[in-house]
């Protein structure tokens, strides 16, 4: 039996890779072992010579990686997209946001604003 391959990414997108793998051991009988963690610590992790199969993180943490040569060449893949929401709280109205103005004047008159590069 040959060794499982060994995938990193990021939590963002944990989820939906250990449930593939799950599926690539049943259909195609290949044994992927992901292991996740915060896409910095993980970026950090290859640049200190950690070696994988299969890393997904972030387009831009990917591009810096290939740039330095830490990337098989060539084989740098968008796998996803990734929509970007918006929330208010329960008893805040819906805030319009059907143009960039609308965007602008909801971050500018918000009391506080959070934002978040992982899984939240």
Avoid: N
Avoid at 39 to 68: K, N, P
């Amino acid at each position: 039996m040959t060794p499982p391959l060994r995938g990193l990414s990021s939590m963002a997108t944990k989820g939906l890779l250990t449930d593939l793998s799950v599926a690539a051991g049943r259909s195609r009988s290949v044994s992927v072992r992901v292991e996740s963690a915060g896409g910095i610590e993980v970026a950090r992790s290859i640049r200190s010579g950690s070696q994988a199969d299969l890393a997904v993180l972030s387009a831009e943490t990917m591009a810096e990686l290939d740039a330095e040569g830490l990337v098989a060449v060539g084989t740098l893949r968008p796998l996803f997209t990734s929509d970007v929401v918006a929330a208010v709280p329960d008893d805040a109205a819906p805030v319009p946001l059907s143009t960039e103005d609308d965007l602008r004047t909801a971050l500018t008159s918000a009391d506080r604003i959070a934002y978040s590069t992982g899984p939240s």
